[in-house]
Nanobody
Framework: QVQMVESGGGLVQPGGSLRLSCTPS????????IAWYRQAPGKQRELVEG???????NYTDSVKDRCAISRDNAKNTVCLEMNSLKPEDTAVYYC???????????????WGQGTQVTVSS
């Protein structure tokens, strides 16, 4: 079982910035894919941005040029920098990890408890 611990949410004004952090209970390089998702009220959970073990990133178009995911190897942390925030970015943000076992190829998904981001004046 992998625990995902998130931090960094809060209230921010439109145009502001936030930095979300996620620290898994295992080495981040043991995870095949680690990502931030978000879920707004009444909407489905969606991928914000993710990064593979090899460093390839993918993101949803709505955050293009406004968000950046990064890994801090020394702190074993994955961060999401969000800039130029808009009210529509308001959601609960979840850290997610996907693991593929090397021998059995079984796949597992792990989720954090979520951190609230509210963009409002």
């Amino acid at each position: 079982q992998v625990q995902m611990v998130e931090s960094g949410g809060g209230l921010v004004q439109p145009g502001g910035s936030l930095r979300l952090s996620c620290t898994p209970s295992v080495n981040i390089f043991s995870l095949d894919f680690i990502a931030w998702y978000r879920q707004a009220p009444g909407k489905q959970r969606e991928l914000v941005e993710g990064i593979t073990r090899g460093g390839i990133t993918n993101y949803t178009d709505s955050v293009k040029d406004r968000c950046a995911i990064s890994r801090d190897n020394a702190k074993n942390t994955v961060c999401l920098e969000m800039n130029s925030l808009k009210p529509e970015d308001t959601a609960v943000y979840y850290c997610h990890a996907h693991v593929i076992m090397p021998v059995t190829r079984k796949q597992y998904d792990y989720w954090g408890q979520g951190t609230q981001v509210t963009v409002s004046s």
